[in-house]
């Protein structure tokens, strides 16, 4: 980042082999990554909505560091049961039935929701969207060349036979932790691990979605759309392939089976110590966003989604900050107070950056600065550690006696990764203003300088009644505040 600053070797905990390791890019200069997107059938809560903001860290990450970025997430709009083992209806057709509109019409309005989502986090756009519906024929294609070897056909699908592949369900530990918990009994199956790439279409039945196959009309099983879509997109072996940890227990170790099945050639040894044969060199999983209440399931009817929180008032910026303030890999728990606590941080560095808003970038260092950079790259190095790099950030910041030019070209760099849009931002944007807020700003903005008059003429009568109409409206007054903040809407 710096003249004098060494860069370290950036180290990703790989959850296939559960330890740290060097990122070695499999093509020089390149890093191409692969996340798994939501299913379609509703809105994402802001549980999903963390693993995206994890990706985005390490995909400016990596872009920091030099490497030509291709990022790619999935939009799954065909083939999600309701339940993750191959068990219950599709997702897409039941939302689409207890909507009464077409599985297309779900799919879009749920897509661009989002994307909505997406562009409100600030995270960035990926190379591609690969949506699964544009690669069914690519999904019948890999599927036909793994059938002889490793699947079998039963009356309700093709299924993948596990026990086919070495090293089954290593990802998820399977045999010596608590794993593959929600597969269920399918009759036929020889394993109960297997899992379905093709689902035939019932007699008697018409889905909105389905394709003629080898195999019977129907749909491409879950499974098989990422192992598709990220080798065609990315090429076997890639680099990094994320998701969040829920996907460790099932998914993932399926689309590995399935990449293994489409990869490895007779005589090749495909066993996981090798972990391209898994079809990427690190997988990376971010831990969960826990909520006491229980709304984080969508089966819950009411869920906590990301414009829930913007329609009470909070700036979605201040939930990129709460989930960078807990390592992408620790639980992180949500509360309002929390949230509250993550936005005022935010607010502070907006407040700190404001002072370097006309400044133009300039090069160079200065001695002052270099150890808050080596603690920031180091932080970034050690398997993205935001807590640490945050701080170091805060504290270039807050940085004294250094030269402007060169303070605000190395808080844009810092920016860049940690995606906090500093120099985008106003403090007035960070205030708590719910949507169903009764008063305009200019209102309040009138009444707090006839009360400031008020008290500045020791006039308390008026300066108390004046705060009363406020509070009547809804508007917290925040007297003495360090931070400035005057008011919230409550």
């Given at each position: ?38 299913t379609?059938?509703n ?7 963390r ?96 059938a ?29 932790e ?22 035939k ?28 879509m990220?080798?065609k ?9 994320t ?19 489409f ?106 600065l ?23 950030l ?97």
């Amino acid at each position: 980042m710096t003249e004098t600053t060494a860069t370290p070797e950036l180290t990703l905990f790989n959850s296939l082999t559960r330890q740290l390791e060097p990122f070695r890019p499999v093509h020089a200069g390149e890093a191409r990554v692969y996340t798994c997107g939501p299913t379609v059938y509703n809105y994402p809560h802001i549980g999903n909505m963390r693993a995206y903001v994890f990706a985005d860290i390490l995909g400016r990450t990596l872009s920091h560091r030099g490497l030509k970025l291709t990022h790619v997430i999935n939009i799954t709009d065909v083939g999600h049961l309701t339940d993750d083992g191959d068990q219950g209806e599709d997702k897409m057709e039941k939302m689409a039935a207890q909507k009464a509109q077409s599985i297309w019409d779900i799919a879009r309005h749920y897509t661009e929701a989002y994307w909505a989502d997406i562009k409100a986090l600030n995270i960035r756009q990926p190379a591609h969207w690969s949506i699964a519906t544009d690669y069914v024929e690519q999904m019948i294609d890999f599927a036909r060349q793994i059938a002889d070897a490793h699947c079998y056909e039963l009356e309700s699908g093709l299924y993948f036979d596990v026990s086919s592949v070495a090293d089954y369900g290593r990802l998820a530990r399977a045999v010596t932790e608590e794993g593959e918990g929600r597969i269920e009994t399918v009759e036929g199956k020889r394993n109960a691990a297997d899992f379905a790439i093709w689902r035939k279409t019932p007699a008697g039945e018409k889905r909105q979605m389905e394709w003629d196959s080898p195999w019977g009309k129907g749909a491409p099983g879950w499974h098989l759309e990422c192992s598709v879509m990220s080798g065609k997109l990315l090429g076997f072996p890639f680099d990094i392939h994320t998701g969040g940890i829920d996907h460790r227990e099932i998914h993932h170790p399926n689309e590995i089976a399935q990449n293994q099945a489409f990869c490895c050639k007779p005589g090749d040894h495909c066993g996981l110590d090798v972990t391209a044969n898994s079809g990427a060199n690190i997988w990376m999983h971010n831990n969960f966003l826990v909520e006491r209440s229980g709304k984080m399931s969508k089966s819950s009817g009411e869920f906590l989604r990301l414009q829930l929180l913007i329609d009470k008032g909070y700036h979605p910026l201040g939930y990129r900050m709460m989930c960078l303030q807990a390592h992408y890999r620790s639980e992180l728990e949500f509360s309002w107070d929390g949230l509250a606590a993550a936005l005022t941080r935010l607010k502070r560095m907006i407040m700190a950056a404001e002072r370097l808003k006309d400044v133009t970038p300039g090069a160079g260092t200065h001695p002052k600065l270099a150890p808050m950079v080596e603690t920031f790259e180091k932080a970034l190095a050690d398997d993205l550690n935001t807590p640490i790099a945050l701080t170091a950030l805060e504290d270039v910041l807050a940085a004294k006696k250094v030269d402007p030019a060169i303070k605000r070209a190395l808080v844009e760099r810092m920016d860049a990764v940690l995606g906090l849009d500093l120099f985008a931002l106003t403090r007035a944007e960070m205030r708590l203003r719910p949507l169903n807020a009764q008063i305009e700003e200019a209102e309040i903005e009138d009444v707090l300088a006839r009360r400031k008059q008020a008290r500045a003429d020791k006039d308390f009568a008026t300066s108390d009644a004046l705060r009363d109409e406020l509070t009547a409206k809804g508007v917290e007054v925040m007297d003495g505040d360090p931070l400035g903040w005057e008011w919230k809407l409550g």
